[in-house]
């Protein structure tokens, strides 16, 4: 059975900012108040993240006109980081910033249906047709108002919502599970060896290029996609580098004649790899993210927003990619790169100058076993997240197509 169709417009009242002069600048920030609520509040639950909040007097948001929220109301990210949005739960004071609009629905949908209706992949084709190809992605308010929403009754819509809910939360709770085993990691680096930065048990410091044969970036062929073909060899980008995992899920790839001409920057099994460049004031910023290579030989290439690290035989790979992963370590990471804001840079020097903390052999061994095992019961959690995903997806689909 099939829902009408209606226009997102009919279905909530859109609200934006106040964008006039009584809008709260950087400066009128304060330390504590009501929170002032931006993009990068957004979190990928879609709820708020308060430790993200500016916050602006209670006076200043007295001034303002419009953009005031309440329970139930839907955050809604109409530039930058498009179709991220966060459902409010509470009915605490707070004011949005321009990049975001308020959804307040008018009672023919229900706030639950229509949160998994934007994070659905019909949203995503309407974001597709609508935005606009700019640098800096941008919807208008007036194109949001027109997105098509399968509609059932309310009935049928708190349904649905309900068993969403509950697909969405099982995917959740192994999302958790492996962040867990993270942090388990973490702490029990931490316990052994202490802040891999200010070495508080004062352990021999030796300089990454001491442990490494090579310290080496990538290329990008001459004119760049135009060389890369459907199989070959692997083609690794920034997108392809993320802490502790090599993705391939965007892989590009090149074929033996390029790579033949790259074989400077031909990866071998057991590389470190890292990202060369990136913001710093995104969560999920590309600059110095690091990785190991376990393909075979030669198998894989690197452009040049990378840099692969081949460690020394007698030293403990997957200990010093481990530090090189910390929090801590990665805030001294982001320290040392250069650039603006925008867009900062690893040089070569700054790698080969990292310290790294060269504590015995068997303690460095012992943590690469704990890692080992942590490491298959993350492997089952990913496999189970995997399928909550298929599972959620598959839901999603019948849900909006009226079969569910």
């Known amino acids: 059975m099939s829902y009408p169709l209606i226009p997102l417009g009919?279905?909530?009242?859109?609200?934006?900012?106040?964008?006039?002069?009584?809008?709260?600048?950087?400066d009128s920030f304060v330390d504590t108040g009501i929170p002032f609520i931006n993009a990068g509040c957004l979190s990928d639950q879609w709820v708020l993240d308060s430790s993200k909040f500016n916050y602006i007097s209670?006076?200043?948001?007295d001034r303002l006109s419009s953009g005031k929220i309440q329970k139930n109301d839907i955050l809604f990210c109409l530039r930058g980081s498009v179709g991220k949005f966060a459902v409010i739960r509470d009915d605490n004071k707070g004011a949005l910033a321009s990049s975001l609009v308020i959804l307040r629905g008018n009672g023919k949908v229900d706030v639950e249906y229509l949160k998994h209706y934007l994070a659905s992949s019909l949203c995503t084709k309407e974001l597709d047709n609508y935005q606009n190809g700019a640098a800096q992605p941008n919807l208008s308010a007036n194109d949001f108002k027109k997105f098509l929403v399968p509609l059932p009754p309310l009935t049928e819509q708190r349904r649905v919502a309900s068993i969403l809910d509950q697909a969405d939360e099982l995917r959740q709770k192994r999302q958790q599970a492996i962040e867990k085993l993270d942090q388990l990691l973490q702490a029990t680096f931490i316990d052994m060896f202490g802040d891999p930065v200010s070495n508080p048990k004062g352990w021999e410091l030796k300089k990454l290029s001491e442990l490494s044969t090579k310290i080496h970036s990538g290329n990008t062929p001459k004119g760049g996609s135009e060389n890369y073909v459907d199989e070959g060899i692997i083609f690794l980008r920034s997108q392809n580098v993320w802490k502790n995992k090599v993705l391939l899920d965007d892989v590009a790839y090149i074929d033996a004649?390029?790579?033949?001409?790259?074989?400077k920057s031909s990866v071998k099994h057991g590389d470190l790899l890292m990202t060369k460049t990136g913001r710093i004031n995104t969560e999920n910023s590309s600059l110095g993210r690091a990785a190991i290579y376990l393909g075979e030989d030669d198998s894989a290439n690197i452009n040049g927003h990378v840099y692969l690290i081949r460690i020394k035989d007698g030293f403990n790979k997957y200990f010093i990619l481990r530090i090189l992963t910390l929090p801590d370590y990665y805030e001294y990471i982001r320290s040392v790169c250069v650039g603006g804001i925008d867009k900062r840079q690893l040089n070569k020097e700054h790698i080969e100058n990292f310290p790294i903390i060269q504590p015995p052999m068997e303690l460095q061994n012992k943590f690469s076993n704990i890692v080992q095992v942590i490491e298959s019961q993350k492997t089952k959690l990913l496999e189970q997240l995997d399928l909550a995903e298929n599972l959620f997806k598959t839901l999603q689909q019948k849900a909006f197509n009226g079969t569910l």
Request: proline share 4%; net charge positive; hydrophobic share 30%.
């Open 10 to 26: 009919q279905l909530a009242k859109f609200i934006n900012g106040d964008r006039g002069k009584n809008y709260p600048s950087k």
């Open 58 to 61: 209670e006076e200043a948001y």
């Open 257 to 263: 004649e390029t790579h033949a001409k790259m074989m």
